[in-house]
């Protein structure tokens, strides 16, 4: 079992940056692919960016590459997600993600512990 906390979220002007923060506890933090997802009002939840247990290995949504960064620290349990450039399609609630066993990167459906999210704003 792992819990996970997102923060750093909040409101900030198209071309402006925000990093969130996902901080873990519960099972050794090592053993989890980390994801984050984002879901607008009416919309499905949708794949943002993942990154391997190990720190070695990226995945991003071609509607964020080039833009957003993810990495983690695991001696601090925690994974990052540094969002720059930012514009109005990116406002969302952010949510962290942990995922035990190999299966897809960009499925909601492949991870198995949650947060309760960070909302995002970008103004136009």
């Known amino acids: 079992q792992v819990q996970l906390v997102e923060s750093g979220g909040g409101l900030v002007q198209a071309g402006g940056a925000l990093r969130l923060s996902c901080a873990a506890s519960g099972r050794a933090f090592s053993s989890y692919d980390m994801g984050w997802f984002r879901q607008a009002p009416g919309k499905e939840r949708e794949f943002v960016a993942a990154i391997a247990r190990t720190g070695g290995s990226t995945y991003y949504a071609d509607s964020v590459k080039g833009r957003f960064t993810i990495s983690r620290d695991n001696a601090k349990y925690t994974v990052f997600l540094q969002m720059n450039s930012l514009k109005p399609e990116d406002t969302a609630v952010y949510y962290c993600?942990?995922?035990?066993?190999?299966?897809?990167?960009?499925?909601?459906?492949?991870?198995?512990?949650w947060g309760q999210g960070t909302q995002v704003t970008v103004s136009s």
């Open positions: 993600s942990a995922r035990v066993y190999p299966r897809s990167y960009y499925s909601p459906r492949a991870y198995d512990y």
